[in-house]
Protein backbone atom coordinates (compact mmCIF):
# COMPACT_ATOMS: atom_id res chain seq x y z
CA UNK A 1 0.00 0.00 0.00
CA UNK A 2 3.13 1.95 -0.29
CA UNK A 3 3.51 2.69 -3.96
CA UNK A 4 4.12 6.40 -5.11
CA UNK A 5 3.06 6.42 -8.47
CA UNK A 6 0.53 5.06 -10.96
CA UNK A 7 3.37 3.27 -12.91
CA UNK A 8 3.31 -0.51 -11.13
CA UNK A 9 -0.38 -0.42 -12.12
CA UNK A 10 0.31 1.00 -15.93
CA UNK A 11 2.64 -2.13 -16.36
CA UNK A 12 0.27 -4.65 -14.55
CA UNK A 13 -2.66 -3.61 -17.32
CA UNK A 14 -0.21 -4.15 -19.93
CA UNK A 15 1.46 -7.81 -19.10
CA UNK A 16 -2.45 -8.71 -17.86
CA UNK A 17 -3.59 -7.90 -21.88
CA UNK A 18 -0.45 -9.70 -22.98
CA UNK A 19 -0.72 -12.89 -20.30
CA UNK A 20 -4.76 -13.22 -21.65
CA UNK A 21 -3.37 -12.56 -25.40
CA UNK A 22 -5.09 -9.21 -26.23
CA UNK A 23 -3.52 -5.74 -27.51
CA UNK A 24 -1.83 -3.93 -24.78
CA UNK A 25 -4.49 -1.73 -23.82
CA UNK A 26 -3.74 0.27 -20.68
CA UNK A 27 -6.88 2.33 -19.01
CA UNK A 28 -5.33 4.12 -16.53
CA UNK A 29 -3.96 6.46 -19.31
CA UNK A 30 -7.22 6.29 -20.96
CA UNK A 31 -9.78 4.34 -21.51
CA UNK A 32 -8.72 2.08 -24.79
CA UNK A 33 -5.00 3.49 -25.06
CA UNK A 34 -2.74 1.08 -26.42
CA UNK A 35 0.42 1.27 -24.22
CA UNK A 36 2.30 0.64 -27.67
CA UNK A 37 1.70 4.53 -28.22
CA UNK A 38 3.16 6.14 -25.30
CA UNK A 39 6.68 4.47 -24.80
CA UNK A 40 7.35 1.30 -27.29
CA UNK A 41 8.16 -1.67 -25.19
CA UNK A 42 6.98 -4.67 -26.21
CA UNK A 43 9.78 -6.44 -24.47
CA UNK A 44 7.22 -6.21 -21.42
CA UNK A 45 5.06 -9.27 -23.37
CA UNK A 46 8.07 -11.69 -21.66
CA UNK A 47 6.09 -11.17 -18.60
CA UNK A 48 3.15 -12.92 -19.47
CA UNK A 49 3.62 -16.36 -18.82
CA UNK A 50 4.81 -15.59 -15.55
CA UNK A 51 1.75 -13.04 -15.01
CA UNK A 52 -0.48 -15.84 -16.34
CA UNK A 53 0.74 -18.16 -13.35
CA UNK A 54 1.07 -15.31 -10.85
CA UNK A 55 -1.50 -12.74 -11.98
CA UNK A 56 -0.39 -10.61 -9.15
CA UNK A 57 1.48 -6.96 -9.34
CA UNK A 58 4.00 -8.33 -7.24
CA UNK A 59 5.14 -10.92 -10.29
CA UNK A 60 6.36 -7.93 -11.87
CA UNK A 61 8.58 -6.52 -8.42
CA UNK A 62 10.33 -9.93 -8.28
CA UNK A 63 11.13 -9.97 -12.27
CA UNK A 64 12.41 -6.78 -12.14
CA UNK A 65 14.41 -7.54 -9.06
CA UNK A 66 15.67 -10.59 -11.02
CA UNK A 67 16.52 -8.71 -14.02
CA UNK A 68 18.60 -5.76 -11.67
CA UNK A 69 20.38 -9.11 -9.99
CA UNK A 70 21.35 -10.50 -12.98
CA UNK A 71 22.89 -7.64 -14.62
CA UNK A 72 25.52 -8.18 -10.77
CA UNK A 73 26.94 -11.48 -13.06
CA UNK A 74 28.68 -9.76 -16.96
CA UNK A 75 29.48 -6.56 -14.57
CA UNK A 76 31.34 -8.84 -11.76
CA UNK A 77 32.81 -11.43 -14.35
CA UNK A 78 34.20 -8.78 -16.46
CA UNK A 79 35.53 -6.50 -14.01
CA UNK A 80 37.00 -10.15 -12.27
CA UNK A 81 38.64 -10.56 -15.66
CA UNK A 82 40.17 -7.22 -16.05
CA UNK A 83 41.04 -6.74 -12.44
CA UNK A 84 41.61 -10.34 -10.69
CA UNK A 85 39.23 -11.80 -8.27
CA UNK A 86 39.18 -9.01 -5.14
CA UNK A 87 38.99 -6.07 -7.34
CA UNK A 88 35.97 -8.05 -9.52
CA UNK A 89 33.79 -8.59 -6.81
CA UNK A 90 33.94 -5.31 -4.96
CA UNK A 91 33.45 -3.89 -8.24
CA UNK A 92 30.35 -6.32 -8.86
CA UNK A 93 29.51 -5.33 -5.04
CA UNK A 94 29.36 -2.04 -6.00
CA UNK A 95 27.25 -2.43 -8.28
CA UNK A 96 25.12 -4.24 -6.35
CA UNK A 97 24.25 -1.82 -4.25
CA UNK A 98 24.43 0.92 -5.98
CA UNK A 99 22.36 3.95 -5.33
CA UNK A 100 20.89 3.91 -9.26
CA UNK A 101 19.53 0.29 -8.50
CA UNK A 102 18.56 0.84 -5.20
CA UNK A 103 15.77 3.45 -6.31
CA UNK A 104 14.82 2.06 -9.97
CA UNK A 105 14.24 -1.39 -7.54
CA UNK A 106 12.45 1.04 -4.46
CA UNK A 107 9.93 3.10 -7.24
CA UNK A 108 7.71 0.55 -8.61
CA UNK A 109 8.11 -0.90 -12.14
CA UNK A 110 9.85 0.22 -15.50
CA UNK A 111 10.78 -1.50 -18.54
CA UNK A 112 14.28 0.13 -18.48
CA UNK A 113 14.79 -3.28 -15.87
CA UNK A 114 15.39 -5.26 -19.17
CA UNK A 115 17.65 -2.87 -20.36
CA UNK A 116 20.25 -3.06 -17.38
CA UNK A 117 21.33 -7.15 -17.94
CA UNK A 118 21.40 -6.44 -21.90
CA UNK A 119 23.38 -3.56 -21.81
CA UNK A 120 25.70 -5.35 -18.90
CA UNK A 121 26.07 -8.48 -21.08
CA UNK A 122 27.36 -6.46 -24.24
CA UNK A 123 29.66 -4.18 -22.61
CA UNK A 124 31.10 -7.33 -21.07
CA UNK A 125 31.59 -9.27 -24.36
CA UNK A 126 33.03 -5.47 -26.05
CA UNK A 127 35.37 -5.80 -23.16
CA UNK A 128 36.07 -9.06 -23.97
CA UNK A 129 36.61 -8.09 -27.57
CA UNK A 130 33.59 -10.63 -28.89
CA UNK A 131 32.55 -8.04 -31.15
CA UNK A 132 29.87 -9.69 -32.20
CA UNK A 133 28.11 -10.80 -29.13
CA UNK A 134 28.60 -6.84 -27.53
CA UNK A 135 26.37 -5.70 -30.90
CA UNK A 136 23.69 -8.87 -30.77
CA UNK A 137 23.49 -8.37 -26.69
CA UNK A 138 22.65 -4.88 -27.52
CA UNK A 139 20.58 -5.13 -30.01
CA UNK A 140 17.33 -5.94 -28.24
CA UNK A 141 17.19 -2.81 -26.53
CA UNK A 142 14.87 -1.15 -29.15
CA UNK A 143 12.48 -3.00 -28.48
CA UNK A 144 12.82 -2.04 -24.66
CA UNK A 145 11.78 1.59 -24.63
CA UNK A 146 11.99 4.30 -28.34
CA UNK A 147 15.13 6.17 -26.47
CA UNK A 148 17.50 3.08 -26.09
CA UNK A 149 18.07 3.09 -30.04
CA UNK A 150 20.32 5.79 -29.60
CA UNK A 151 21.75 3.85 -27.02
CA UNK A 152 22.65 0.75 -29.13
CA UNK A 153 24.43 3.39 -31.61
CA UNK A 154 26.58 4.54 -28.97
CA UNK A 155 27.83 0.70 -28.12
CA UNK A 156 28.11 0.11 -31.73
CA UNK A 157 29.99 3.14 -31.99
CA UNK A 158 32.62 2.11 -28.96
CA UNK A 159 33.07 -1.35 -30.40
CA UNK A 160 34.48 0.45 -33.65
CA UNK A 161 36.34 2.46 -31.88
CA UNK A 162 37.93 -0.52 -29.89
CA UNK A 163 37.97 -2.69 -33.25
CA UNK A 164 39.77 -0.24 -35.36
CA UNK A 165 42.97 -1.55 -36.67
CA UNK A 166 42.89 -5.04 -35.62
CA UNK A 167 39.03 -5.85 -37.16
CA UNK A 168 38.14 -3.44 -40.09
CA UNK A 169 34.90 -6.03 -40.97
CA UNK A 170 33.87 -5.25 -37.33
CA UNK A 171 33.87 -1.59 -37.77
CA UNK A 172 31.83 -1.31 -40.53
CA UNK A 173 29.03 -4.20 -38.81
CA UNK A 174 29.23 -1.87 -36.28
CA UNK A 175 28.90 1.62 -37.93
CA UNK A 176 26.19 -0.11 -39.72
CA UNK A 177 24.24 -1.25 -36.04
CA UNK A 178 24.90 2.14 -35.16
CA UNK A 179 23.15 3.62 -37.90
CA UNK A 180 20.36 0.95 -37.45
CA UNK A 181 19.65 2.26 -33.74
CA UNK A 182 19.49 5.72 -34.86
CA UNK A 183 17.29 4.46 -37.86
CA UNK A 184 15.07 2.69 -34.94
CA UNK A 185 14.56 5.49 -32.51
CA UNK A 186 13.38 7.95 -35.64
CA UNK A 187 11.14 5.71 -37.04
CA UNK A 188 9.71 4.39 -33.58
CA UNK A 189 9.25 7.95 -32.42
CA UNK A 190 7.94 9.66 -36.00
CA UNK A 191 5.59 6.17 -37.35
CA UNK A 192 5.19 3.56 -34.89
CA UNK A 193 4.13 5.19 -31.86
CA UNK A 194 2.30 7.93 -33.72
CA UNK A 195 0.47 4.67 -35.81
CA UNK A 196 -0.70 3.22 -32.79
CA UNK A 197 -2.33 6.56 -30.46
CA UNK A 198 -3.32 8.09 -33.74
CA UNK A 199 -1.84 11.25 -32.91
CA UNK A 200 1.93 11.71 -32.43
CA UNK A 201 4.79 11.41 -29.92
CA UNK A 202 3.47 12.77 -26.43
CA UNK A 203 6.70 13.05 -25.13
CA UNK A 204 8.36 16.10 -27.65
CA UNK A 205 7.09 18.24 -25.35
CA UNK A 206 9.12 17.43 -22.72
CA UNK A 207 12.11 18.45 -24.87
CA UNK A 208 10.41 21.33 -27.52
CA UNK A 209 10.30 24.91 -25.67
CA UNK A 210 11.88 23.53 -22.52
CA UNK A 211 14.11 25.74 -20.48
CA UNK A 212 18.04 26.55 -21.39
CA UNK A 213 19.98 23.53 -21.13
CA UNK A 214 21.65 25.25 -18.62
CA UNK A 215 18.67 25.66 -16.05
CA UNK A 216 19.04 23.37 -13.07
CA UNK A 217 22.65 23.51 -13.31
CA UNK A 218 22.76 22.50 -9.45
CA UNK A 219 20.71 19.77 -9.80
CA UNK A 220 22.72 18.47 -13.25
CA UNK A 221 26.09 19.06 -11.83
CA UNK A 222 24.91 17.25 -8.38
CA UNK A 223 23.81 14.31 -10.69
CA UNK A 224 26.59 14.05 -12.40
CA UNK A 225 28.34 14.14 -9.21
CA UNK A 226 26.39 11.30 -7.85
CA UNK A 227 27.18 9.18 -11.03
CA UNK A 228 31.40 9.71 -11.20
CA UNK A 229 32.15 10.33 -7.84
CA UNK A 230 31.23 7.83 -5.17
CA UNK A 231 30.80 4.91 -8.16
CA UNK A 232 34.62 5.41 -9.74
CA UNK A 233 36.55 8.23 -7.88
CA UNK A 234 35.93 9.93 -11.51
CA UNK A 235 38.01 7.62 -12.93
CA UNK A 236 35.73 5.93 -16.02
CA UNK A 237 36.07 9.19 -17.54
CA UNK A 238 39.33 7.51 -18.81
CA UNK A 239 37.28 4.72 -20.65
CA UNK A 240 35.44 5.11 -23.52
CA UNK A 241 32.43 2.69 -22.52
CA UNK A 242 31.36 6.01 -20.38
CA UNK A 243 30.06 7.09 -23.69
CA UNK A 244 27.86 4.67 -23.65
CA UNK A 245 25.82 6.53 -20.87
CA UNK A 246 25.65 10.09 -23.01
CA UNK A 247 22.40 9.76 -24.88
CA UNK A 248 20.09 8.89 -21.80
CA UNK A 249 21.91 11.57 -19.41
CA UNK A 250 21.67 13.44 -22.79
CA UNK A 251 17.82 13.34 -23.09
CA UNK A 252 17.44 14.11 -19.59
CA UNK A 253 19.50 17.34 -18.91
CA UNK A 254 17.68 18.45 -22.33
CA UNK A 255 14.58 18.08 -20.94
CA UNK A 256 12.22 20.42 -19.18
CA UNK A 257 10.82 17.77 -16.72
CA UNK A 258 13.24 19.19 -13.65
CA UNK A 259 12.87 15.46 -12.14
CA UNK A 260 14.54 14.01 -14.88
CA UNK A 261 17.77 15.72 -13.55
CA UNK A 262 17.76 14.59 -10.30
CA UNK A 263 18.89 10.91 -9.04
CA UNK A 264 15.47 10.08 -8.25
CA UNK A 265 13.54 6.99 -9.41
CA UNK A 266 14.11 5.08 -11.67
CA UNK A 267 16.15 7.02 -14.42
CA UNK A 268 19.40 6.52 -13.73
CA UNK A 269 19.40 2.51 -13.50
CA UNK A 270 20.46 2.12 -17.27
CA UNK A 271 23.79 3.81 -16.34
CA UNK A 272 25.37 1.74 -13.74
CA UNK A 273 26.26 -1.13 -15.27
CA UNK A 274 28.00 1.31 -17.45
CA UNK A 275 29.29 3.61 -14.96
CA UNK A 276 30.77 0.22 -13.24
CA UNK A 277 32.39 -1.30 -16.22
CA UNK A 278 33.82 1.58 -17.22
CA UNK A 279 35.27 2.27 -13.76
CA UNK A 280 37.11 -1.54 -14.82
CA UNK A 281 38.06 -0.76 -17.98
CA UNK A 282 39.19 2.58 -16.67
CA UNK A 283 41.69 0.56 -13.87
CA UNK A 284 42.81 -1.62 -16.33
CA UNK A 285 43.93 1.36 -18.89
CA UNK A 286 45.37 2.65 -15.59
CA UNK A 287 47.34 0.10 -14.13
CA UNK A 288 49.03 -0.50 -17.23
CA UNK A 289 50.27 3.39 -17.46
CA UNK A 290 53.43 5.47 -16.49
CA UNK A 291 52.25 7.40 -13.21
CA UNK A 292 53.13 5.42 -10.45
CA UNK A 293 50.27 7.83 -8.59
CA UNK A 294 47.39 6.90 -11.24
CA UNK A 295 48.26 2.98 -10.87
CA UNK A 296 48.51 3.12 -7.21
CA UNK A 297 44.67 5.48 -7.14
CA UNK A 298 43.58 2.77 -9.96
CA UNK A 299 44.14 -0.11 -8.30
CA UNK A 300 42.64 1.19 -4.58
CA UNK A 301 39.08 2.19 -6.74
CA UNK A 302 37.26 -0.75 -6.77
CA UNK A 303 37.21 -1.35 -2.67
CA UNK A 304 37.04 2.23 -2.40
CA UNK A 305 33.84 1.56 -4.85
CA UNK A 306 32.55 -0.68 -2.99
CA UNK A 307 32.69 1.02 0.04
CA UNK A 308 31.36 4.09 -0.93
CA UNK A 309 28.40 1.53 -2.13
CA UNK A 310 27.65 0.41 1.64
CA UNK A 311 28.16 3.17 3.40
CA UNK A 312 25.45 5.49 1.05
CA UNK A 313 23.58 2.03 1.67
CA UNK A 314 22.87 3.61 5.09
CA UNK A 315 20.56 6.55 3.48
CA UNK A 316 19.23 4.34 0.25
CA UNK A 317 16.25 2.75 0.11
CA UNK A 318 17.66 -0.58 1.53
CA UNK A 319 17.99 1.11 5.11
CA UNK A 320 14.65 -0.13 5.38
CA UNK A 321 15.59 -3.68 5.54
CA UNK A 322 17.10 -2.80 8.78
CA UNK A 323 14.18 -1.33 10.50
CA UNK A 324 11.71 -4.31 12.37
CA UNK A 325 8.39 -2.27 10.63
CA UNK A 326 9.30 -3.05 7.57
CA UNK A 327 8.25 -6.62 8.64
CA UNK A 328 5.38 -6.00 9.55
CA UNK A 329 2.02 -5.69 8.24
CA UNK A 330 0.26 -2.19 9.14
CA UNK A 331 -3.05 -2.74 10.34
CA UNK A 332 -4.34 0.50 8.26
CA UNK A 333 -3.17 -1.59 4.97
CA UNK A 334 -5.19 -5.02 6.38
CA UNK A 335 -8.17 -2.51 7.05
CA UNK A 336 -7.78 -1.38 3.16
CA UNK A 337 -7.51 -4.47 1.35
CA UNK A 338 -10.58 -6.03 3.58
CA UNK A 339 -12.38 -3.08 2.25
CA UNK A 340 -11.12 -3.08 -1.26
CA UNK A 341 -12.36 -6.84 -1.23
CA UNK A 342 -15.73 -5.44 -1.49
CA UNK A 343 -15.19 -4.66 -5.33
CA UNK A 344 -16.28 -7.57 -7.17
CA UNK A 345 -13.88 -8.93 -10.12
CA UNK A 346 -14.26 -7.62 -13.27
CA UNK A 347 -15.92 -4.26 -11.88
CA UNK A 348 -14.93 -0.68 -13.34
CA UNK A 349 -12.85 1.40 -10.99
CA UNK A 350 -12.09 4.53 -10.75
CA UNK A 351 -8.72 5.33 -8.64
CA UNK A 352 -6.16 7.55 -7.47
CA UNK A 353 -2.15 6.11 -6.39
CA UNK A 354 -3.26 4.49 -3.63
CA UNK A 355 -5.88 1.44 -4.20
CA UNK A 356 -5.28 0.77 -7.79
CA UNK A 357 -2.23 -1.85 -7.54
CA UNK A 358 -4.83 -3.49 -5.49
CA UNK A 359 -6.90 -3.55 -8.31
CA UNK A 360 -5.58 -3.44 -11.62
CA UNK A 361 -5.00 -7.53 -11.42
CA UNK A 362 -8.98 -8.17 -11.34
CA UNK A 363 -10.84 -5.08 -12.37
CA UNK A 364 -10.68 -2.28 -15.44
CA UNK A 365 -9.22 0.44 -13.56
CA UNK A 366 -9.24 4.13 -14.99
CA UNK A 367 -7.34 7.11 -13.44
CA UNK A 368 -9.68 9.02 -11.60
CA UNK A 369 -10.90 12.23 -13.57
CA UNK A 370 -9.71 10.76 -16.65
CA UNK A 371 -12.66 8.47 -17.47
CA UNK A 372 -13.69 10.07 -20.57
CA UNK A 373 -17.18 9.36 -20.35
CA UNK A 374 -16.82 5.65 -19.06
CA UNK A 375 -19.04 5.75 -15.68
CA UNK A 376 -17.07 3.45 -12.84
CA UNK A 377 -18.76 0.97 -10.85
CA UNK A 378 -16.78 2.03 -8.19
CA UNK A 379 -14.31 4.79 -6.59
CA UNK A 380 -11.96 4.33 -4.69
CA UNK A 381 -9.09 6.96 -3.34
CA UNK A 382 -6.89 8.08 -0.96
CA UNK A 383 -8.60 10.01 1.34
CA UNK A 384 -5.52 10.61 3.91
CA UNK A 385 -4.60 13.86 2.94
CA UNK A 386 -7.86 14.90 4.47
CA UNK A 387 -8.82 17.78 2.57
CA UNK A 388 -11.60 20.73 3.00
CA UNK A 389 -13.79 18.91 0.15
CA UNK A 390 -15.98 16.22 1.23
CA UNK A 391 -14.78 13.17 -1.16
CA UNK A 392 -18.33 12.38 -2.43
CA UNK A 393 -18.55 16.21 -3.14
CA UNK A 394 -15.42 15.37 -5.53
CA UNK A 395 -16.91 12.87 -6.71
CA UNK A 396 -20.14 14.46 -7.62
CA UNK A 397 -17.99 17.03 -9.73
CA UNK A 398 -16.25 13.98 -11.64
CA UNK A 399 -19.84 12.72 -12.58
CA UNK A 400 -22.53 15.12 -12.16
CA UNK A 401 -25.05 13.01 -13.98
CA UNK A 402 -24.24 9.97 -11.83
CA UNK A 403 -24.89 9.16 -7.97
CA UNK A 404 -22.68 7.34 -5.76
CA UNK A 405 -22.95 6.51 -2.08
CA UNK A 406 -20.03 5.91 0.37
CA UNK A 407 -19.83 2.00 0.78
CA UNK A 408 -16.85 2.25 3.71
CA UNK A 409 -14.00 3.69 4.94
CA UNK A 410 -10.74 2.02 6.09
CA UNK A 411 -6.88 2.23 6.70
CA UNK A 412 -7.49 5.98 4.68
CA UNK A 413 -9.12 5.09 2.16
CA UNK A 414 -12.93 5.71 1.00
CA UNK A 415 -14.63 3.58 -1.35
CA UNK A 416 -18.19 4.75 -2.99
CA UNK A 417 -20.59 2.59 -5.32
CA UNK A 418 -22.48 3.57 -7.90
CA UNK A 419 -26.71 4.13 -7.00
CA UNK A 420 -28.29 2.62 -9.95
Wanted: glycine share 8%; aromatic share 10%; with cysteine.
Amino acid sequence: METRSWDLGIFEQAVRAYAHLRAPVVDLKGPGTNILGDHFSPVTALLAPAYRLFPTPVTLLVAQAALFALAALPVTRAATRLLGRASGLAVGVAYGLSWGIQQAVDFDFHEICFAVPLIAFSLEALLRRRWRAALLWAMPLVLVKEDLGVTLAAIALVVAWRARGEAPRVRRYALGVAALGILATVVTITAVIPAFNGSGYAYWTKVEGGPSPFAGADTKIRTLAWLLLPTSGLLAVRSPLLLVGAPTLGWRFLSGEEHYWSTDWHYSAVLMPVVFLALADAVDISRRGRRPWLRTYAERLPGCAAAAALALTTAQPLSALTESDAYRKPERAVAAEKLLARIPDGATVESDVGPLSRLTGRCRVLWVGDSRGVTPDWIALDNNSGGDEGPLDYVHELHPEDRYRVAGEAGGYVLMERVR
